[in-house]
């Protein structure tokens, strides 16, 4: 076969039976809560620079639908509960003298199929022990809508498709402009994605598989789910420095 037909014929043998490609680890950067969340930062009180994270654990079940072993997803979760909260303030030093000590269980996932991609819930059980540990939800929880990627086979991709196919056949090499209409075909489609409503709780996934759209969905839930912790630290009950001197009540009046 000549060379520039067989490279053809390899290229579009590649294109047609490519499946999806190993998901990769997940690291703790995907779940954690980073500054573009909106979540207020710790303030002068109880929380602030106090909560140590000694452990954090999910159900086997959770593990398989990320991929992986409980044993390589669990230290990953933990950094980023760790770095969740340091980044707003509430995490302890090491050798903090008396810090909230939370564990952090990730509930086995909830998930509910739908017609444009899958929901999954991410619930997280808190549990907190030390001086101000009341302080410290019990749980916190998000849903997160994955949507499937549309990849349409338009006309235009069609036509370049028919030119690689009919040009390989008679061992010719299509002419660049082929592969760069497949490109902008390709280009379009990714736009019509990104035009989906992309939100805090929803967006595209970008692994068009069933595995790789729950496996989205699940670390996104997660993520959320640790912003609402942050969240509901910011706006708990228990008074900050700030707003137990607002309430101090003022000194008695001096005896007649």
């Known amino acids: ?20 490609a190993a998901a990769a680890p997940v690291s703790a950067d995907l779940m954690t809560v980073s500054g573009r969340f909106e979540a207020p ?5 109880p929380l602030k620079g106090r909560i ?7 159900a086997p079940a959770n593990a398989d639908l990320l991929g992986d072993g409980a044993g ?3 230290p990953s979760l933990k950094g980023a509960v760790e770095a969740s909260l340091r980044n707003f303030g509430y995490l302890a030093a090491a050798d903090h003298a008396d810090p909230i000590r939370l564990t952090v269980q990730v509930d086995p996932y909830e998930v509910t199929p739908d017609p444009e991609g899958v929901f999954v819930v991410a619930r997280l059980h808190l549990t907190a022990t030390g001086g101000g540990a009341d302080c410290v939800p019990t749980t916190a929880e998000a849903r997160y809508h994955a949507l499937a990627p549309m990849k349409a086979l ?10 690689v196919i009919g040009l390989a056949a008679v061992g010719l090499m299509p002419m660049p402009g082929v592969f760069q ?22 967006s595209v996934s970008p692994d068009g598989s069933p595995k790789g ?15 609402d912790l942050i969240r509901q630290l910011g706006k ?13 009540p003022p000194p008695a009046p001096p005896a007649n």
């Open 1 to 20: 076969m000549p060379r520039s037909r067989a490279l053809v014929a390899g290229l579009l043998a590649a294109a047609l039976t490519a499946g999806p």
């Open 41 to 45: 930062k710790a303030v002068e009180g």
């Open 52 to 58: 140590l994270v000694t452990a954090a654990s999910l």
């Open 72 to 74: 390589k997803i669990e």
């Open 154 to 163: 338009n006309k235009q991709k069609a036509a370049a498709w028919m030119q």
């Open 181 to 202: 209409e497949m490109g902008t075909a390709s280009a379009s489609d990714r736009a019509a994605n990104d035009r989906r409503g992309r939100t805090e709780s929803q």
């Open 213 to 227: 759209i729950l496996r989205y969905a699940a670390i996104n839930a997660t993520q959320i789910a640790s912003a």
């Open 236 to 248: 708990g009950a228990c008074p900050t420095r700030a707003q137990v001197a607002d309430v101090t």
